[in-house]
């Protein structure tokens, strides 16, 4: 399938960064939820700064346009605030790309294992985004940093316990 | 290179050596070929002396109760000499007394004629133009114009001519050029008796008659440029209308401002940018952002230029217009290397 664009995509003053206040709202508003849906249908977690103004997403070549940086900069800002998004490095040259929320996820995960009626169940971190189990859920193919985030959000709602075990993480679902 | 004036003064009484002169406060006007002293009010009452006459001058500072002045010795005056207000004197100088300063600069530019003879290097073509005689010419240029722009229409208006006309480029173009030509001199004959400080004193008196003038003489030209014109246009048009009594841009801006408070159908405009222009008070914004809007959704996008082209408006003025949408959130741009052009804002209808 495909990724389908928004209707902004097309339209040229979409890459320039609008200095009507309210205008500018709305437009950061689709840039947002255009990278987000961008990484979601890549899965991709991380982003090079660098590299995305280079990528499709920023850089549309049939019309020649382009978002600067500096806009660049100002989406992956309004992303930060969302809780969508985190810096990697102080220099903000790399960062994480949560199309979804670490809270979400858990709330996936734990979905899946209390549908399986799995709770109380101990999981290595590798059977739940790796195992066969998991292939036709959302969560599989998670990214560790991101798995462990999750189970924490859960282990903050009392619905989880990450445990160390021999060879890595384990996690336990009450 | 012809005469031209290099510098000119106000507030100058005249000495005859160490004699007052009868004569009341005036302006004083330097060219490159003579000085010249002018009453203020009666403008047909002048004294010009060649500056090949002068011998040498010299400042005299001011002191309590006395203006600066400077003393100009001259030859004896030659004998085919114009007659004149001062016919003789017994005196082989005369002095300038500065009662509105102005004298230093007056001195330092005399200074500088006089050493470099301009007036040798070149014949002097015509007298410098005082009031009198420039007003004579220029009705005079203005009259053979009329003449032959009417002569113009004239033939226009015979049908069998008109054809003849019409297919040839040439003939056309002399015809718009003397239409052209034909309205700035209507406009240049407009104003019979400009408001100046000399009329109406300085300060606000002065700046509230200069704002009821420009209220009437600006109406027309705004009706005819859709309502709106740059206060830089304005300022030519008014200083090509008011012929010799110049405008500074000080006292154009000041006068605009009076605009609102007189009550006149006129208003002053300062954009965001700092551009300001006149406007007819009639002349509504929201009408403005409308046909901006009409104009980019008709065209799907527009730059100034081309709204510019559209309206017949000036670049700067259809820019603004623009900007002025956008800021409503009617519309939205796009900037890239081929410059800048706005969008209807489907940011705002789309989402």
């Given amino acids: ?174 | 290179m012809n005469e031209t004036l290099v510098i000119q003064q106000r507030g100058v009484k005249l000495y005859d050596g160490e004699d007052k002169a009868k004569l009341d406060v005036g302006i004083v006007l330097l060219s490159t070929h003579q000085l010249i002293w002018r009453d203020l009010k009666n403008h047909e009452c002048c004294i010009a002396i060649p500056l090949s006459q002068i011998i040498y001058f010299e400042e005299q500072a001011a002191g309590i109760g006395k203006s600066a002045k400077i003393v100009v010795h001259l030859h004896a005056s030659p004998a085919n000499k114009e007659p004149g207000p001062y016919q003789q004197s017994k005196f082989s100088y005369f002095k300038l007394s500065f009662k509105e300063h102005g004298q230093i600069e007056f001195f330092r530019r005399l200074t500088e004629e006089l050493s470099q003879k301009r007036w040798e290097s070149t014949p002097m073509s015509q007298p410098i133009p005082t009031a009198t005689n420039s007003q004579v010419r220029g009705r005079h240029r203005t009259d053979n114009l009329l003449y032959y722009t009417l002569l113009c229409y004239t033939l226009l208006s015979s049908a069998i001519l008109s054809s003849a006309i019409l297919s040839s480029p040439v003939l056309c173009y002399t015809l718009l050029s003397s239409t052209i030509r034909f309205k700035s001199y209507l406009l240049s004959m407009g104003i019979a008796n400009p408001v100046t400080r000399e009329t109406h004193g300085s300060g606000t008196h002065y700046h509230l008659q200069l704002a009821k003038q420009l209220g009437d003489i600006l109406l027309a030209p705004l009706e005819e440029r859709g309502g709106m014109m740059a206060l830089t246009e304005v300022y030519c048009l008014v200083n090509r209308a008011r012929g010799m009594e110049l405008l500074s841009p000080e006292d154009l801006v000041n006068a605009c401002k009076l605009f609102e408070s007189l009550k006149l159908p006129l208003r002053l405009r300062i954009f965001d940018s700092g551009v300001m222009v006149v406007q007819l008070q009639s002349h509504s914004e929201e009408e403005m952002i409308s046909s901006a809007l009409d104009n980019v959704t008709d065209k799907g996008s527009l730059t100034a230029e081309e709204f510019a082209k559209l309206l017949g408006l000036s670049v700067l003025l259809s820019k603004e217009r623009l900007l002025l949408a956008e800021k409503m959130g009617h519309l939205c741009r796009d900037d890239s290397v081929e410059g800048l052009r706005f969008y209807p804002n489907l940011f705002n209808s789309q989402a």
């Fill in chain 1, 1 to 174: 399938m495909s990724f389908e664009w928004p209707w902004q995509y097309n339209f040229p003053p979409f890459f320039t960064l609008q200095p009507n206040v309210d205008t500018r709202q709305k437009q950061l508003a689709a840039w947002c939820s255009l990278t987000l849906s961008y990484c979601r249908h890549h899965k991709l977690y991380t982003l090079d700064i660098m590299e995305a103004q280079e990528s499709p997403v920023f850089n549309h070549k049939n019309i020649d346009r382009k978002l600067s940086m500096e806009a660049i900069l100002i989406v992956f800002e309004e992303l930060r605030k969302k809780g969508n998004l985190e810096w990697l490095d102080k220099n903000k040259t790399r960062c994480l790309v949560m199309w979804r929320r670490p809270e979400e996820w858990g709330k996936l995960i734990y979905q899946w294992v209390s549908k399986n009626g799995m709770v109380n169940t101990v999981f290595t971190l590798y059977e739940l985004a790796n195992g066969d189990d998991t292939e036709s859920e959302e969560f599989h193919g998670l990214e560790d940093w991101m798995l462990i985030r999750s189970l924490q959000a859960l282990q903050m709602d009392g619905k989880a316990e990450v445990i160390s075990m021999d060879d890595g993480k384990g996690v336990k679902f009450f």
